[in-house]
């Protein structure tokens, strides 16, 4: 059975950085696709970034120059390094684990928090 665990959230101030982890187990995490969703109150969840098996990387528009995703496939963890945060990028953080044979695996989600 997939598990996927997400952490690192938490208060920051504008300006500043987090890093969010993301922990799979249960599947070939080399293999798999990684993505980033956030959900702000009252919004639907949106996509944030994706990181390929390959280690190809995007992002949405919102974080592009600010955030890195980045996967370790010895730890089967991938990471999302958040800098120059902004009181908007406040919200639950997914992660979510694609597997070759194309099953969606979520985490539990984690909460950034960016105070003005």
């Known amino acids: 059975q997939v598990q996927v665990v997400d952490s690192g959230g938490g208060l920051a101030q504008a300006g500043g950085s987090l890093r969010l982890s993301c922990a799979a187990s249960?599947?070939?995490?080399?293999?798999?696709?990684m993505n980033w969703y956030r959900e702000a109150p009252g919004k639907q969840r949106e996509w944030v970034a994706q990181i390929t098996s390959r280690g190809t990387t995007t992002y949405a528009n919102s974080v592009k120059g600010r955030f890195t995703v980045s996967r370790d496939n010895a730890k089967d963890t991938a990471y999302l390094q958040m800098n120059s945060l902004k009181p908007e990028d406040t919200a639950v953080y997914y992660c979510?684990?694609?597997?070759?044979?194309?099953?969606?695996?979520w985490g539990q989600g984690t909460q950034v928090t960016v105070s003005s």
């Open positions: 249960g599947t070939i995490f080399s293999a798999a696709t």
């Open positions: 979510q684990v694609v597997t070759v044979f194309q099953y969606n695996y």
